[in-house]
């Protein structure tokens, strides 16, 4: 056999428990019928090591092993069917085999091979005479070849144990040195790291959580957690947490956590959830990460964008009273001024809508949206309780920077239509409706009701032009009018990125 292929054969022996297989019942049991149905003194089950064959089963022989060197059964157990040597000593391979010349006196052999499951070669029932014999019966041989198969099955089945046990054993050394390795690394990690049960029970955290927080190990286990919490923040995290274990969806909030010098500190908490093949949730992983300073610095600057803000509002004010104390000492550009100080004013309505606001200043309705600021613009053109500009459709987010082309051009719009369109007369109407697709918005403007249009007008004024500069220019407008007998019909196809900037998602609270 050449190296090796006897050292794939060695592997495969040493996966069997031997230590448990030396005078096993069972296999005592079978070497001792196996004796009595060939009617010879000696049986044996023998296993071929490196340097021995050992008799893990004995019946007629107080010894347990031989040299290799000697050995009948590493030639047996090479065979394909039962190995017989009638007389040994007459036998050219083996009439000078210590076992033959020595006080063993063996003289007749019969070995039946004993192969793994796999066909590796391991050893061989064998049954020994002290005299020469012709051979077996055809009985005899036939059950020596079913008890071989017996001993086969008794040895895999060690060896399935041995292998079950030594996976087991790895697994768990696998499993001990991934959970060290998740420690270290989660013990060197600048956040706090916590992880729970399936059912949410925490019952790890890292060390930074007890640095940072300054508690006793283990005294936030379980749900000892939610203590830790801003008492105003522990009913809302408890109903996030809840809501998380019950969908299976990832946990994330913002609360005020008590650090270890008692104060409390914006944190930023998340966890998700691990999974097995099947997609049971086996456990949760989480992470708090201090966002105090970060917190602090974004109300600061929340703080001075809404001053800014609100002083750019008071310069459309002031620009507007500019205006109208100049129309004072030059009446003859009145209307042109009036029209101006509206366009202005439409200007301050739409950035007031869209500017940052504090909870106390900001206008009611759906702030920063399409709808909202259409139907703010278009309020002093109301009748009592009736709207006459209907704004209806679907809605779409905006931000400062579409909030004052879109007002120029529905200003304009509007004014035009109260003053030779739909609304100059009673029953005249204007709907406006929107349309969004995943690239554009469309918006469309209908009059209806007002004086019937016999032609369009002759020529683009001042108006017109500037809803084309404001519309196509800074909204990247296809703006298109139909001049129909019931009123202008308007169609605006306007970019979504032209309407609102692209943003990282809002923070959780």
């Known amino acids: 056999m050449p190296d090796q292929d006897e050292a794939a054969r060695l592997a495969v022996l040493r996966e069997h428990d031997l230590d448990q297989l030396f005078d096993d019942p069972r296999l005592k049991a079978l070497t001792d019928f196996t004796a009595e149905l060939c009617e010879v003194p ?134 001990q040195v991934s959970e060290e390795s998740f420690r270290i690394l989660a013990d060197t990690m600048p956040q706090m790291v916590w992880s729970t049960q399936p059912d949410g029970y925490h019952d790890y955290y890292n060390a930074r959580w007890y640095e940072y927080t300054g508690m006793p190990a283990g005294s936030t286990d379980g749900e000892a957690w939610n203590g830790m919490f801003h008492p105003e923040d522990q009913d809302r995290a408890w109903e996030l947490w809840r809501h998380s274990l019950k969908t299976g969806e990832p946990y994330e909030i913002e609360y005020r956590l008590r650090a270890a010098d008692g104060q409390y500190r914006w944190t930023l908490g998340r966890a998700f959830p691990m999974r097995d093949a099947q997609g049971n949730i086996v456990r949760w992983f989480g992470t708090c990460t201090d966002i105090h300073d970060q917190k602090l610095l974004l109300e600061q600057r929340q703080l001075v964008s809404q001053e800014l803000s609100h002083r750019i509002k008071n310069i459309f004010s002031i620009i507007a009273g500019i205006i109208s104390l100049a129309t004072r000492r030059y009446p003859e550009s009145r209307q042109l001024a009036g029209e101006l100080r509206e366009r202005i004013l439409a200007l301050g309505r739409a950035h007031d809508f869209v500017r940052p606001h504090s909870p106390s200043s900001a206008p009611p309705g759906q702030e920063g949206s399409l709808q909202g600021m259409l139907k703010e613009l278009f309020l002093p053109y109301r009748d009592g309780d009736d709207p006459r500009i209907v704004v209806e459709g679907e809605d779409i987010k905006i931000d400062d920077r579409a909030a004052t082309p879109l007002a120029l051009v529905f200003h304009e719009l509007a004014t035009n239509a109260a003053k030779y369109g739909a609304l100059s007369a009673p029953s005249g109407r204007v709907t406006v409706t ?48 139909e001049w129909k007998r019931s009123g202008l019909e308007l169609t605006a196809r306007i970019p979504r990125d032209s309407l609102y900037r692209v943003q990282a998602r809002d923070n959780k609270t």
């Open 42 to 175: 000696v049986c044996l089950i023998s296993l071929v090591e490196e340097e021995r064959q050992c008799f893990i089963a004995r019946t007629g022989a107080e010894i347990d092993s031989t040299p290799r060197n000697v050995s009948f059964c590493q030639f047996a157990m090479l065979r394909d069917d039962v190995m017989i040597v009638a007389d040994a000593t007459v036998d050219p391979q083996f009439k000078d085999n210590p076992l033959v010349t020595g006080d063993f006196g063996l003289r007749f052999y019969a070995g039946a091979p004993l192969r793994s499951s796999d066909g590796v070669a391991l050893g061989a029932l064998c049954v020994i005479d002290r005299k020469p014999r012709q051979g077996l019966t055809d009985l005899q041989l036939q059950g020596l070849r079913v008890l071989a198969t017996q001993v086969a099955s008794v040895l895999q089945a060690s060896r399935s144990v041995k292998l079950k046990e030594q996976e087991n054993l790895e697994l768990t050394n696998a499993i």
């Open 434 to 481: 929107i349309t969004t697709s995943r690239v554009d918005v469309v918006i469309t403007w209908k009059e209806s009701g007002g004086p019937e249009l016999n032609s369009s007008p002759p020529s683009e004024g001042f108006g017109s032009q500037l809803i084309g500069l404001s519309g196509s220019n800074q909204l990247r407008a296809d703006i298109v009018k």
